[in-house]
């Protein structure tokens, strides 16, 4: 494993972006090209009766109205242990508000928009639907709980005990970059350019709704203007407008309103964390039971028990007991959001360790640091490595945390405004894919390097550059990365911080057989320049490798789940050890004493996530994601109509997120020590622990400040009036 830290490089694609010249999915532009409009329904359950389309039909330039006597019948599940079915197409049965019963096309996207806004469907209205949580009609399906030790025994022993609820509420992505698909059928094949993280997953669900073989399909995302979970699964938009071309035999682009988005793509659902915490007589922990549940949609995927992942990694303490439950609504499915699970759950746990640290009068920093991980009690393996005490010591050292008065509203400003400093860890498990990576390096000074990853904006681009660049003599101007196109290479999606750690060792393990493989092909010749020149001088035109990582503890079985379009994650459960990446967040808020409004000045957050491969971007994640965790800890909750269903506040004017006067000095390091057995860089993940824990320092900051403890997000004023 090398050692080395790896330099500051600038981004690869900072050039392009500036610019405005990097090309994403939706500015393909086409001969023929069709716009599309998707028509809601403005029920929130029941069934269409009939669409009438003569209206759609004559507004100039409409050129088809398809309905779901148009498509296909949606695609039945495959039985146990089978993928889930794709998401529906077009169906008549309404399950959410806002759900598409019509797809308009037309010349140009405005008369798609008119011969939408035209159509007038007959509805059936199912008038008993359930739009949340507590409203009658919700069905509450628990799932396996996740146990070690024996925690009610251990809660009897406690001395000290802290019991709460905290509450995250819905939330829904809103990436710059809308949904997009652009789909066109030739020859026999049908391409379609989406901004998706999951090139192949799109791919998977496409074929499947539509009947096709995987060789008639190719997907493809060059870039993607924002992902954070939303695109990291099939839409369903993307086989309707599939289907649309193949039917026209005319290329047909959608670009999903963001109206349509809040109620069509996955979001972040409303979950409530029922957190106990017994100490003993030294004031330590020893028990806790966590339990948690989410709103879901009647026949969605999203698994709650991940709520109780992260908690029992961060502090040593081996009793614990925690469940986990859906609570099936009428709503469309729930999914992955930036550090999905480990943001509300660590918002609710951190906050109850500040709550049982000021109940035994501790220090919230000294009381963390007395509790160490360095085994995953439930599974009993040895952490690969855990330096999140660490990040803590180092956090509060640059913060300046024993500069700080323990008693709430103790610090203030000289105009009154009150100051809190809070504190929080985070954690997020680490995983890794299989992936199947192709370097080539050509005599023209070209090199080209296809593998699965996709560029979201987090800079993928950049880290694989840095290993090719660091490990191989060759031009990096003229390096072309071939990523997120199914006809390339074989492609997982990309999420949940494993497109690192998945991808750069299966570069640098290329770089390694290229020099080897050169070296074969020189022999005893002495030959200097770079790679681009040596092959010149030995009238070479190219040379290529071919390498195929699997990460440890899989085998043949999950390569070729992967080939054939299939998830194949290992970890953060590994035959021998577990693995999770560690953060912590120290934030300073200022209060003002007669409005309440909140501000973050200044934040110091410090990461252990394995070794940096590319520190500008990693510094970019983790400024991301903390600007993140503030704007969903005082913005952002996205309302329901419990009259109507649906989403009340679907777009930014409404759907309050952080602005710049909110956001103050983020102070980002890293304690960058490879992990000595996850994979040959020892890089763990970033992208979602940047964010994780960060809302519960703010929550913890500002009782500090004032003496309020706040327990749902997000804080709002009338709440510290």
Known sequence: MSVEPFPDRPRVDAHEKVRGAAIYAAD????????????????AKGRVTAVPVEAALQVPGVVRVLTATDFPPPVQPAGAGGPPPPPPMITPEIAYRGQPFAIVLAETLEAAIEGAE????????DLAFTPLIDSPGHRREPVEPITAGDAADAMTRA???????????????????????????????????????????????????????????????????????????PQRQSAIVAHAAMLTGRPVKLVLPRGQIFHNASFRPRSRHRIEIGADATGKMIAVRYDADHQQSRSGQFPPAEYLEAA????????????????????????????????PSCFAFESAVDELALMLEQDPVAFRLRHEATIDPIHNRPHSSNHLHSCLREGARRFGWDRRTAAPGSMTLPDGTLVGWGVASGAYPVHIHPNIATLTVRADGTTRF????????QGIRSTIEQV???????????????????????????????????VVPAALEAASRMKAALAELLGDRQVGGNLHRQLARVKRPSLSVEVTRIPYGQGQKELATFQQGGMALAGPFFPAFTTFSFIAHFVEVHVEPRTRRVRVPRVVSVADCGRVVSPRTAASQVRGGVTWAISAALREVTEVDPRYGGWLNNDLADYVVAVNADIGEIDVSFIDEPDP???????????????VGCAAAVANGIHHATGRRLREMPFRIETLL
């Open 450 to 457: 296809a593998a699965a990853a996709h560029e979201m904006g």
């Open 118 to 125: 035209a159509i007038r469907p007959d509805y059936a209205p």
């Open 28 to 43: 393909v532009a086409l001969p023929g090209l069709l716009h599309a409009m998707l028509v809601p329904a403005t029920i």
């Open 159 to 233: 001395v000290t005990r802290h019991s709460a609820e905290y509450v995250s509420p819905a939330q829904h992505h809103n990436p710059i970059e809308m949904l997009s698909t652009t789909a066109f059928w030739a020859d026999g094949v049908l391409t379609v350019h989406e901004g998706t993280q999951s090139t192949s997953g799109t791919k998977g669900a496409v074929g499947r709704n539509l009947r096709l073989e995987p060789d008639q399909l190719v997907v493809k995302s060059p870039q993607i203007g924002g992902g954070f979970g939303q695109k990291g699964t």
């Open 312 to 343: 029992p990694q961060m502090y040593g303490f081996t009793d614990y007991h925690g469940t986990a439950a859906n609570v099936r609504i009428d709503t469309q499915s729930p999914g992955y959001m930036r550090a999905p699970h480990p943001h």
């Open 677 to 691: 057995v996850v994979n040959a860089l020892g890089v763990k993940g970033l992208g979602e622990v940047a964010m």
């Open 468 to 502: 090719l660049v660091r490990e191989l003599d060759i031009d990096p101007t003229r390096l072309e990365l071939a990523i997120g196109d199914t006809s390339a290479a074989a492609q997982h999606t990309t999420a949940g911080s494993w497109g690192t750690g998945s």
